[in-house]
T-cell receptor
Framework: AQSVSQHNHHVILSEAASLELGCNYS??????LFWYVQYPGQHLQLLLK??????LVKGIKGFEAEFIKSKFSFNLRKPSVQWSDTAEYFC?????????FGAGTTVTVRA | ETGVTQSPTHLIKTRGQQVTLRCSSQ?????VSWYQQALGQGPQFIFQ???????GRGNFPPRFSGLQFPNYSSELNVNALELDDSALYLC???????????????FGPGTRLLVL
């Protein structure tokens, strides 16, 4: 079964800095991938998803992710973060209708 | 807001008791999945219900059971509660039919369960 690893447990940034969060899935073939975000006190929300096509996927709130098949990676990026991007970010892969999540990365943006 | 609702928001139970958590799907969705999120971890898949039948199950014991109703709402039941069952329980609804692994799951706010 697919599994997901997220390399960074906690990232601390200043506003306007660029953000990149790593995500790797365990094996190849056709994969469908997601990034979800959990803002403090809120529910898990979909940021973006990749099913097929252009490997550079744009999501909400200025986020994007790049699917690199050769590296089994689906890294999340944002060129310039804001204080409101403080949240926990989860990468996930879907297989047999089941989402498998990484452990999450807590992002703290300092004003 | 996703349109997925869960009740109750918080619950405190003692070890050995039974609990029922409820979920209402987003309008137009036909599938409900349940996840357990322990503190500091990513959500773990418990099971999924489609057409009122269990469609897949994660690595959880049989004391975790569920139901899906004709209106696509769902219940998660946990018997013989253990301390390790303390977690945030998330419900996600989706529309199955676009093709294998093509569904997008939308999450509710969760029920936080504390077992003492």
């Amino acid at each position: 079964a697919q599994s997901v690893s997220q390399h960074n447990h906690h990232v601390i940034l200043s506003e306007a800095a660029s953000l990149e969060l790593g995500c790797n899935y365990s094996y190849g073939g056709t994969v469908n991938l997601f990034w979800y975000v959990q803002y403090p006190g809120q529910h898990l929300q979909l940021l973006l998803k990749y099913f097929s096509g252009d490997p550079l996927v744009k999501g909400i709130k200025g986020f994007e992710a790049e699917f690199i098949k050769s590296k089994f990676s689906f890294n999340l990026r944002k060129p310039s973060v804001q204080w409101s991007d403080t949240a926990e970010y989860f990468c996930a892969v879907i297989e047999d209708y089941k989402l498998s999540f990484g452990a999450g990365t807590t992002v703290t943006v300092r004003a | 807001e996703t349109g997925v609702t869960q009740s109750p928001t918080h619950l405190i139970k003692t070890r050995g008791q039974q609990v029922t958590l409820r979920c209402s799907s987003q309008s137009g969705h036909n599938t409900v999945s349940w996840y357990q999120q322990a503190l500091g971890q990513g959500p773990q898949f418990i099971f999924q219900y489609y057409r009122e039948e269990e469609n897949g199950r994660g690595n959880f014991p049989p004391r975790f059971s569920g139901l899906q109703f004709p209106n696509y709402s769902s219940e998660l039941n946990v018997n013989a509660l253990e301390l390790d069952d303390s977690a945030l329980y998330l419900c996600a609804s989706s529309l199955v039919g676009a093709g294998p692994n093509q569904e997008t799951q939308y999450f509710g706010p969760g029920t936080r369960l504390l077992v003492l």
